[in-house]
């Protein structure tokens, strides 16, 4: 069974920064590429960050240039270090297996973790 747990969200001023994390279980992780995703109030879930099964990575452009995604395999863990953080980047964040067109490729999507940027 795949699970996902997100952790470390919360309420931030704009400029500040977070730390998120993602544990996976049920997955080969090693041989997965993975990705966090973002959905705002209102909107559609979307892909913000990829990091292929070599450690390769790239960003949406909203977020290039502030956030940067890791991966630990020996952890089963992905990390999203988000730093210069604006109002807009309010949203709650989940991890998934990207697929090729970006969405998720597990069904069973985590709890996710609520980002907060507000003054």
């Known amino acids: 069974q795949v699970q996902l747990v997100e952790s470390g969200g919360g309420l931030v001023q704009p400029g500040g920064s977070l730390r998120l994390a993602c544990a996976a279980s049920g997955i080969i992780f090693r041989l997965n590429p993975m990705g966090w995703y973002h959905q705002a109030p209102g909107k559609q879930r979307e892909l913000v960050a990829r990091?292929?099964?070599?450690?390769?990575?790239n960003y949406a452009d909203s977020v290039k240039g502030r956030f940067t995604i890791s991966r630990d395999n020996a952890k089963n863990t992905i990390y999203l270090q988000m730093n210069s953080l604006k109002v807009e980047d309010t949203a709650v964040y989940y991890c998934?297996?990207?697929?090729?067109?970006?969405?998720?490729?597990?069904?069973?999507w985590g709890q996710g973790t609520q980002v907060t940027v507000s003054s």
């Open positions: 990091i292929s099964l070599g450690g390769s990575t």
């Open positions: 998934n297996v990207p697929d090729a067109d970006g969405s998720g490729r597990i069904a069973s």
